[in-house]
């Protein structure tokens, strides 16, 4: 086959269109879902952390602000979550977090809501004040209850 | 009497369950040929290049027109079943993890089968039947090196390419169909399209998956032509099991990929 000028452009053509095809899903499409800067590692443990897995979003005022980085058991079989928000926040050491769910059916994230203290949580901190997951099944066992012994 | 005819089919079994674990072997054999070709030099850059044109580059048109339709359709099929829950929302989602972990390899190497590696092995087997391979050998040219390895490579190396197009195009299908027609949030689209779709399990899935096809479908097409009968129908008979084979192959090692790795 005789060496074409044109045939060997049509290939390098396909070569980088085919490149930026991948590169556009990997890293437009594929991407990990926070795109802004961590920096700033947080600790926070909960009794009932529902379905809130890694990589869910972490917000404050419902601003998203960075995500979380593991889930994992600790020594007290509770919870034990690790965030990675971005190290600019300046959140009080008397901030609480709360797991939350975007809509009815919705992803949960993690919900913070800054306290009042003058002193900052550092890298590496524990958030002490936290709120577990609702279970929908435990408020409704709940309410059965409840209305149980006000017939009685 | 029955005895002798009982024992004629346990032997007719016999015969072809033999047959078809040398026909593998001779395969594995083949490909294993020229894998050991692939990483040795002289390179053949020039000869590569024209086959991915035949290869990669005729195919484009009809791989981002399937693919733009295939978006669109699905894209229509699961809001009407997605609005039906009132999940109509995470209709980018649905789309774009039904595309990049399944259908965007999978009709691909299937479009590929029947748009390059009928032709590939209709090339080869007739090569045969006219002696061409015959020639190459009396002028001390191995055949595998010169005709099969640029072939092979070209289609390994054009399927994630074509793959990765047909996906972008599916989304774009998706999301004209989506937001355009149906009036979905474009917002919405895109960002439960992006959170749902994760870099490692699904995009690298689907290149896997892609490259693991185009080295099915490069073998079984250069295997079939290679060894084809040296005839008319033997030429015929090559093109037919090469896409058969190579159908068949794609979707048994789509299911095997995706319960190993789970992508």
Known sequence: ?152 | MIGRRVQGSVQGLGRRSLDAVVGLGRMAAFVGTVASHAVRPPWRLRRLVDEIFDVGVLSVAIVCLSGATVGAVLGLQGYVTLSRFGAANSLGAVVGLVLVRELGPVLTALLVTGRAGSAMAAEIASMVTTNQVDGLRMMSIDPVDFVVRPKALAMLFAMPMLNALFIVFALFGGYAVGVELLGLDGGTYVTSMEESIDLRNDVAGTLLKSVVFGALVGAIATYRGYTSEPTAAGVSAATTSTVVTASVAVLVFDYVITALWGV
Do not use: C
Request: proline letters at 3%; glycine letters at 12%.
């Open chain 1, 1 to 152: 086959m005789k060496p074409s000028p044109w045939r060997d452009l049509a290939v390098g053509s396909f070569v980088l269109i085919g490149l930026a095809a991948i590169g556009y899903l990997s890293l437009q499409v594929g991407g990990v879902s926070y795109k802004g800067r961590g920096g700033l590692l947080l600790y926070a443990s909960f009794d009932e952390v529902g379905g809130l897995k890694a990589r869910a979003p972490v917000a404050v005022a419902g601003v998203t602000v960075g995500q979380v980085k593991s889930i994992r058991l600790d020594d007290f079989l509770r919870a034990r979550v690790t965030l990675d928000v971005d190290e600019a926040l300046e959140l009080p050491v008397d901030s609480s977090a709360g797991i939350r769910t975007a809509g009815l059916l919705g992803d949960q994230f993690i919900a913070l809501e800054p306290g009042a203290e003058e002193e900052l949580l550092v890298s590496g901190e524990e958030i002490a004040y936290t709120e577990s997951a609702l279970s929908i099944e435990r408020l409704i066992g709940r309410f059965v209850h409840d209305s149980g012994i006000e017939n009685d």
